[in-house]
């Protein structure tokens, strides 16, 4: 299901008011001069996708070290309007936050995405993410917030209202 001209054209709009406040300029000016490169060479770091337990399922882990800030990659997916009620058993959903306010879309990488549906929560997390504009266009990037040893596992703090209506975890 790719997204329609006319819903991209409604994207792009918002996302260019994301930017009007100068910080926010600013903001993803340093965002693309470090990983802009690497965003459009659609660079993913080195990993493998191992089984992690049968109550987490599949997790990312690093195949070489990682240095703190390194770009690890995109979060992918179809990029759709919410839907209220089946997307709270949706675990691969992102939100697509165009414009100052939330939007009625998010990325949703259930059925189509790349190794980043994968990475798992953590409380004590090594990546974080970052919004981006590129061209109007909204992009969900990751970087380690720290350093990331070979054979180590990826994970993210997934937010608080993620767990709103799925059970606490716990952390792996």
């Not at 260019?16 to 406040?21: A, E, G, N, R, T």
């Not at 691969?92 to 998010?106: A, C, D, N, Q, S």
């Not at 549906?117 to 409380?123: A, D, E, G, L």
Request: glycine share 8%; net charge positive; aromatic share 16%.
């Amino acid at each position: 299901m790719p997204t329609s001209n006319k819903v991209l054209e409604k994207i792009k709009k918002r996302a260019v008011k994301k930017l009007f406040p100068s910080h926010e300029k600013k903001h993803n000016r340093w965002i693309l001069g470090l990983y802009g490169e690497k965003l459009a060479q659609k660079y993913e770091i080195p990993f493998c996708i191992k089984k992690v337990n049968p109550l987490v399922g599949y997790g990312v882990f690093a195949r070489e070290n990682i240095s703190y800030l390194s770009y690890i990659g995109e979060y992918a997916g179809v990029v759709r309007g919410r839907r209220r009620f089946t997307d709270k058993k949706n675990d691969y959903i992102f939100g697509y936050m165009v414009g100052r306010f939330g939007t009625p879309w998010i990325i949703d990488a259930e059925k189509k995405g790349n190794f980043t549906r994968f990475i798992n929560h953590s409380f004590s997390p090594n990546i974080n993410s970052r919004g981006v504009v590129i061209d109007g266009v909204y992009h969900v990037i990751f970087f380690a917030n720290k350093i990331i040893r070979k054979g180590e596992q990826l994970t993210y703090d997934y937010g608080p209202t993620y767990w709103n209506k799925r059970p606490y975890p716990q952390d792996v």
